[in-house]
């Protein structure tokens, strides 16, 4: 492995990282909002990917990675919004937030 | 690699790991409010501080409280009976680990080509409002318009529903 | 000597740190700073609780603590010793670690704020091109730790306390927000130090305050709204008011905690109040050209405690409003009358100089305040008491 000591590489991996943690929290658990809290993570880790290209990369000055990753902040944000008022709004329709509880569209 | 890096990664690896791994969902949630903030950290170390300030403004001040307010008004602090993993948590790991081992893969062995230290930006607030209303004026409306229909719509999802019939 | 006087702080600062080797020497004269700031605002606070007691006190026709010393003046010594020297009672059921980390997340918090506020000429901790966006940012995130001190007392009424009071600082953010760009709008720049510096100037003697305009007095009146309910104080006190909520969400914390808490919540004041005097009273500045001569941080310190002394009259004076109530001025008077006033700033940079832009952005202001105000109040049918119970 032949890895050069970029720090460039280093907020790549961190990156990774999270977003495997991210996806493997909305794959593995029960609760509706914590598969949320899987999906937050990763568009989070998409976010430091965007950033740190747009440091170390060539004409920073031209803003893009930072125009990319705040309208992705903005989009994150109302995605999460209409996602929670749909968990809740189920809540009240079948009273739980167990996911393998509500695998069958009729109820 | 500065030691702060590895601090403030350390941090948001931490954070992450606890966010999907606690019993306690409101645990959860404040473990993602840490992982936040060592991201919003990150995103300052790489001079980007608009982003920072914008990522703890909206995911900590708004984000995390909507989690929060979900769990609290779905019951979620109680302890839940059975298990907290789903039926089949093995596919879920095997997959996360296959992409991670993937992504890093593609990370350590790519030839990159990128500029190492390269001078650190010069970006002023002036220069995001001059593209944001110059270059990105587009999609800055088409975000606006996003928003505005993400508000009415969670609104309406999430409203009581009077009751139609007597 | 006029600039000794002014520069005294830095002065003392750079004479301190130059007794040190010079690698050392930036992150020493942060850390002399960041420690200068650490015991002023607390003495401020002791001040302040002080002058709290006092003012309301002799508001409400009685004399204020008056035994511990002449006048009661060593009262908040009392105060410290009581709430250090009492028992620290953490309920059983309560979940420990989140009830420890609140009131420490709060007060960390609430003094990050104060790194970019310009005290006085060259006395900015950091001094940030996005300063203002970094104080609002840092103030959303008050609203999570008393979150924290609701849900972790497992207690009903810490729960309602705290989700009430989160409703509330999250509705009052957003005006205070907007009330803040029109200022952002006409400087032209985030940076708090710049703005100070926009204000900085004088005709005629009048300085350049944005308060003395038609679109920085609305604003001001609107932040300060704003700010009032994003403190929690009276007349939005409803999550801690004592006849409502027991203590609202701090009510499981005794002693230190609580005192730590009560610390948060005046050094959070003090804060806002910092900011306030900084985008619309003109910082650092002096309010007539002739009186340049006394130090700049003067007239800061003393902006700070004129905003504090008007809190506590607010507080005696107007009664408590109700938890709809409040959400209602928020979203329905507070929040429109802030996007009017962004118009209306807008206008005034487009219109030349001159008193016709006087007149129109009065004129404007004025009648949108007086139609909604109206407006507002047609609605309310006072009606016979009717009663509606939680389903």
């Known amino acids: 492995m032949n890895a050069p000591i970029n720090p460039l590489t280093g907020y790549l991996l961190v990156a990774a990282l999270l977003f495997a943690i991210g996806l493997a929290g909305a794959l593995t658990r029960r609760n509706a909002i914590l598969v949320l809290i899987g999906i937050e993570l990763m568009l989070n880790a998409a976010n430091l990917n965007l950033i740190a290209f747009w440091r170390y990369g060539p004409h920073p000055e031209l803003l893009t990675g930072m125009m990319f990753a705040i309208f992705s902040i903005a989009v994150a944000a109302a995605e999460a919004a209409v996602g929670l008022g749909l968990v809740i709004q189920i809540h009240r329709h079948a009273h739980t937030t167990d996911l393998d509880a509500m695998s069958r569209m009729k109820g | 690699m500065s030691i702060v890096f590895y601090v403030i990664a350390g941090l948001s690896v931490a954070g992450a790991l606890a966010a999907v791994l606690l019993k306690n969902t409101v645990h959860c949630a404040l473990a993602l409010t840490l992982a936040f903030a060592g991201l919003a950290l990150l995103f300052l170390e790489l001079d980007a501080q608009f982003a920072g300030f914008a990522q703890i403004l909206v995911y900590i001040g708004a984000v995390a409280i909507l989690v929060v307010f979900a769990i609290l008004l779905t019951r979620g602090s109680e302890t839940p009976q059975d298990t907290v993993l789903s039926r089949n948590p093995l596919v879920g790991l095997v997959t996360a680990a296959a992409i991670f081992a993937v992504l890093g893969w593609a990370v350590l062995h790519s030839s990159l080509s990128l500029p190492q230290e390269s001078a650190k930006p010069q970006v002023t607030v002036m220069d995001i409002g001059n593209a944001l209303m110059g270059r990105y004026v587009l999609p800055l409306e088409i975000v606006a318009l996003l928003l505005t229909a993400a508000l009415i719509g969670a609104v309406i999802v999430a409203m009581h529903e009077k009751e139609a019939a007597k | ?391």
């Open chain 3, 1 to 391: 000597m006029i600039e000794k006087a002014d520069q005294i702080f830095v002065l003392l600062s750079h004479w301190l740190v130059s007794f040190l080797p010079s690698a050392l020497q930036p992150a020493a004269a942060v850390l002399l700073s960041v420690v200068a700031i650490i015991v002023t605002f607390p003495a401020l606070f002791a001040i302040s609780v002080l002058l709290e007691r006092k003012g309301l006190g002799r508001m409400q026709n009685r004399y204020g603590p008056n035994r511990v010393g002449p006048y009661g003046i060593f009262q908040p010594v009392a105060d410290g010793v009581k709430a250090l020297i009492k028992e620290d009672i953490v309920p059983f059921r309560a979940d420990a670690v989140v009830h420890f980390l609140a009131p420490v997340f709060l007060v960390v918090v609430v003094f990050m704020g104060y790194a970019v506020l310009p005290m006085g000429r060259n006395m900015t901790l950091v001094n940030m091109d996005a300063g203002l966006l970094f104080f609002f940012a840092i103030g959303a995130s008050t609203e999570l730790s008393v979150f924290m001190a609701g849900w972790s007392s497992r207690n009903k009424y810490s729960l309602l306390g705290a989700m009430r009071a989160v409703a509330q600082m999250i509705s009052y953010e957003v005006p205070l927000l907007m009330s803040s760009v029109a200022v952002v709008m006409i400087t032209g720049s985030l940076s708090l130090g710049k703005i100070v510096d926009a204000q900085n100037q004088y005709t005629y003697g009048f300085p350049h305050w944005y308060v003395f305009t038609p679109w920085g007095f609305a604003g001001f009146v609107l932040f300060a709204i704003a700010a009032t309910a994003e403190t929690n104080r009276s007349p939005f006190d409803l999550p801690e008011g004592e006849s409502e909520l027991v203590a609202g969400y701090f009510t499981e914390y005794s002693g230190f905690k609580f005192a730590l808490f009560f610390l948060g919540e005046y050094v959070g004041m003090m804060g806002i109040s910092g900011l306030a005097a900084t985008l619309f009273l003109g910082g650092w500045s002096a309010p007539f050209s002739w009186l340049g001569w006394v130090p700049s941080w003067f007239w800061f310190f003393a902006k700070v405690m004129l905003a504090m002394c008007i809190f506590i009259w607010v507080r005696g004076t107007l009664p408590r409003l109700r938890q709809d109530q409040l959400m209602n001025f928020a979203w329905k008077f507070v929040l429109p009358l802030t996007l009017l006033n962004l118009i209306v700033a807008g206008l005034w940079r487009f219109m030349g100089e001159g008193w016709l832009r006087w007149l129109v952005c009065s004129a404007i202001l004025l009648l949108a305040y007086t139609l909604m105000g109206r407006g507002g109040m047609r609605g309310d049918h006072i009606g016979p008491r009717s009663y509606r119970y939680a389903e």
